[in-house]
């Protein structure tokens, strides 16, 4: 199940009028709080992808994906990991800006 994620324009040329927020999170602060791996994957432009539980929220709050490799971490409006699966319109996806959209906000 994932969040009520919302906004009157969507970001970067999406024709959807709701999108999914996420939050950007300092990388090093959140690794150093030794966060539980709870799924890895790829999304559609085969990044790999660790979810975390929140270190502070646990399960009462939103996942957490992680790019290591770019090390960008962000807070998912998601609370499980359901929907995060292989060509998931769902999927985090790294863009070139640094920011991260679900991958049917990307015109790939």
Do not use: W
Not at 20 to 40: F, G, R, S, V
Not at 83 to 93: A, G, K, L, M, Q
């Amino acid at each position: 199940m994932h969040g009520a994620g919302g906004g009157s324009t969507p970001p970067h040329g999406s024709n959807h009028l709701n999108f999914i927020i996420m939050q950007k999170l300092n990388y090093d602060k959140l690794m150093a709080y030794k966060p539980t791996k709870i799924h890895e994957g790829y999304n559609q432009r085969k990044q790999a992808i660790t979810y975390y539980e929140h270190p502070i929220g646990g399960d009462m709050d939103c996942i957490i994906a992680v790019f290591n490799k770019q090390r960008v971490a962000v807070l998912t409006d998601f609370f499980d990991t359901e929907d995060f699966y292989t060509d998931s319109d769902y999927n985090p996806i790294l863009l070139d800006d640094g920011s991260v959209v679900c991958a049917f906000e990307t015109e790939d």
